[in-house]
């Protein structure tokens, strides 16, 4: 308790806002220890938490996006250390992945923040009892600046021409954006290295509490990745909240109760960038489970259902959809399918699709817009009208979590003995659709039905 009164006394000298967020996260790291520790068990949080007042609110939305976000930083460290020389964690506040994880003892890890936080860290550092052993270099450095590489090379052992692992979690959206897009291009010289960095779109709404983030966050982006190829970075691969990459699951589905499907003002992309072909593997989008081979001549629809635009700009999750369709069509016309792809959403959300497709490097599919539908009783209808006489067979690709309900929905919508398979993030179902001798077909049970969250 000693280190938790050295904790919770005034740093000197006094934290500014931005800096302050650094022991924010980390007493949103406690919290989390201490309702889900079998999700993630920050057993040093509590010494940056001043545990002797009451807990700032916090939402249970934004817990479980620390909570995934420090999951996915986590796995990413755990999957590239065995290809990396040294670590260096930008803006590393009270985070304590570097004696959190299982870490070689003599592999330099560089810990860089601003002066008062590097202070401040230390001094709880030293209070803490047992720690285990570490190579670890605490840096005070503004990294804003556009050298900071050198000064980090000229300061300390970092060697600039060794792969390295860096780790910007909660950083760059406080810099302006010429300066994000610089630190990210000036980080993009080191050879054989791999980038993780978190990012927040534009908010969605202007609710009092995106408000008061919105003096904070200055750097905000729809597509991360593809701001980090701009700056260099040959590979990368933005996710969200939602996404399975590499055993980074959702925090939402391992809490007990489960927390409400809130619409949120803002996406957070977790992202990875690297030059390295071997470092991308592990994060290169999986593969679809390949669709079951259909007679020859089987004529297809694939229907990408779309979802809102931000800033009328398609999210990376639509994109991810476009990109799932095509692997679907590829697959299908080599099974000797004929495959239609159809484009489906109004409000402009088919031409973003479109102009996604047009961007794919590797792909000459060819696809219809429609353009009329909002809702996906509306994708339904108006895709059949399109191509319904002509098909025997229809795949919708649509969200991981709407893709029960949009199946059903289609099912209900087109004629029976068509069948309707569902591709979505990362399940799948399929089913036929059964005609009974009164004319009535089955609907599946509600609790099959699903609301939807888009
Ligand atoms: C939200 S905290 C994240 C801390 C840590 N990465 C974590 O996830 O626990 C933001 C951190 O960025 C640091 N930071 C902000 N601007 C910085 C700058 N120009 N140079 C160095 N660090 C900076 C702050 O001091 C703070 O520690």
């Given at each position: 308790m000693a280190a938790l009164a050295a904790a919770s006394?005034?740093?000197?000298?006094p934290l500014s806002p931005v800096e302050a967020t650094s022991s924010l996260i980390a007493a949103s790291r406690y919290a989390i220890s201490l309702v889900s520790p079998e999700y993630l068990?920050?057993?040093?949080?509590e010494y940056f938490t001043d545990t002797t007042s009451p807990p700032a609110p916090c939402s249970p939305l934004s817990l479980s996006r620390i909570a995934v976000r420090t999951r996915f930083f986590d796995t990413v460290l755990s999957q590239t250390l065995p290809h990396v020389a040294q670590i260096l964690i930008l803006a590393?506040?009270?985070?304590?992945r570097a004696y959190r994880l299982p870490i070689p003892p003599e592999l330099p890890i560089f810990e860089v923040d601003l002066p008062s936080v590097i202070t401040y860290k230390q001094r709880v550092l030293s209070t803490?009892?047992?720690?285990?052993?570490r190579n670890v270099t605490h840096v005070s450095l503004d990294l804003i600046s556009p050298s900071f590489l050198q000064t980090l090379a000229a300061t300390t052992s970092?060697?600039?021409t060794k792969p390295t692992l860096i780790l910007a979690e909660g950083?760059?959206?406080?810099?302006p954006p010429p300066q994000a897009s610089s630190t990210l291009a000036q980080l993009a010289i080191l050879p054989s290295s791999l980038l993780c960095f978190s990012a927040v779109s534009p908010p969605a709404s202007t609710t009092s509490k995106s408000r008061s983030l919105g003096e904070l966050f200055k750097w905000r982006t729809n597509d991360p990745a593809e701001t980090a190829r701009s700056a260099g970075w040959t590979y990368s691969r933005a996710f969200t909240y939602r996404d399975k990459p590499g055993g980074c699951d959702s925090y939402l589905e391992t809490l007990s109760p489960p927390l409400p499907n809130q619409p949120s003002p803002t996406s957070t992309f977790y992202t990875i960038a690297t030059t390295s072909p071997l470092l991308f593997t592990p994060f290169s989008p999986p593969s679809l489970p390949p669709p079951k081979p259909l007679p020859n001549n089987t004529t297809c629809a694939v229907i990408v259902c779309g979802k809102a635009l931000v800033d009328c700009v398609a999210t990376a999750e639509l994109e991810g959809r476009v990109e799932r369709a095509v692997q679907l069509c590829d697959g299908l016309r080599d099974g000797g399918c004929n495959v239609t792809l159809i484009l489906s959403g109004g409000r402009g959300e088919a031409e973003e699709m479109q102009r996604v497709l047009d961007g794919m490097k590797n792909s000459t599919t060819v696809a219809c817009v429609e353009k009329g539908s909002n809702t996906t009783r509306q994708n339904a209808v108006e895709c059949k009208k399109l191509v319904g006489d002509t098909v025997t067979m229809v795949y919708v690709v649509t969200s991981g979590y709407h893709v029960k309900r949009a199946v059903h929905v289609f099912k209900r919508e087109w004629r029976a003995g068509i069948e309707v398979e569902g591709y979505g993030d990362f399940w799948t179902v399929g089913e036929k659709v059964q005609k009974h001798e009164d004319g009535h077909r089955d609907r599946p049970p509600d609790s099959e039905v699903g609301a939807s969250v888009e």
């Open positions: 006394s005034p740093p000197t000298p068990n920050d057993t040093y949080a590393a506040g009270c985070d304590m803490i009892p047992a720690l285990p052993p970092f060697d600039p950083l760059l959206y406080y810099f």
